[in-house]
């Protein structure tokens, strides 16, 4: 079984901290994304990168970066955390190739105060 | 104009019924399919793929309609399991592995 797993299941911070979310997946997948959910706007991608120190800007990457290293560990980071990125945050991860489906961690619940 | 549309439900069913959902997307670029389904709290995970002429899982069938851009997910025989949203999720061709997700319908089905 594909396994992903994320730091933590619920963070708090407060404005201006800089925040790590580590995300890391088992089955040597190429593909990995970070994803924020958020009542009425669905999945929206932040970022993804297809190979190690690769990265590509999704769909809302203002206020993020992210790392990857090593082939199994994706990261995200919040730079100077504001109050608009409490949000539940979803890492994904995928194999490379035609075949698409993403397998999902947990999630981390933060909250920014 | 969003990407992927879905009717945010709830749809709210009796155990035992028949339910369909809808979903249209607008990039007529759009090459792959699939319905996610999502668990309260939980992360998404795949149900099934959509393929051009119409796949079928026990009790789920999937249909697509590129002229039209919808696909659909129809339930039959509805058990309380089959709670949770279901995600309307496309691949556009040129957009390697990235995903668009659709916002989900809600169903709930009661006894």
């Known amino acids: 079984d594909v396994k992903v797993t994320q730091s933590s299941r619920y963070l708090v911070k407060r404005t201006g901290e800089k925040v790590f979310l580590e995300c890391v997946q088992d089955?040597?997948?190429?593909?990995m994304f970070w994803y924020r959910q958020d009542p009425g706007l669905g999945l929206r991608l932040i970022y993804f990168?297809?190979?190690?120190?690769?990265?590509e800007k999704g769909d809302i990457p203002e206020g993020y970066s992210v790392s990857r290293e090593k082939k199994e560990r994706f990261s995200l980071i919040l730079e100077s955390a504001s109050t608009n990125q409490t949000s539940m945050y979803l890492c994904?991860?995928?194999?490379?190739?035609?075949?698409?489906?993403?397998?999902f961690g947990p999630g981390t619940r933060l909250t920014v105060l | 104009r969003k990407e992927v549309e879905q009717d945010p439900g709830p749809f709210n069913v009796p155990e035992g019924a028949t339910v369909a959902f809808n979903c249209t997307y607008s990039?007529?670029?759009?090459?792959?399919f699939f319905w996610y389904r999502q668990d309260c709290r939980k992360e998404p995970k795949l149900l099934m793929s959509v393929y051009s002429s119409g796949n079928e899982d026990g009790r789920f069938t999937a249909q697509l309609n590129r002229a039209s851009q919808y696909i659909s997910l129809l339930i039959r025989d509805s058990k309380l399991s089959d709670s949770a949203t279901y995600l309307c999720?496309?691949?556009?061709?040129?957009?390697?592995?990235?995903?668009?997700f659709g916002t989900g319908t809600q169903l709930k089905v009661e006894l």
């Open positions: 999720v496309v691949n556009i061709r040129g957009g390697g592995n990235k995903l668009t």
């Open positions: 994904a991860s995928s194999t490379a190739g035609t075949r698409h489906e993403q397998f």
């Open positions: 089955m040597d997948h190429e593909n």
């Open positions: 990168s297809y190979d190690v120190k690769m990265k």
């Open positions: 990039n007529s670029a759009s090459q792959s």
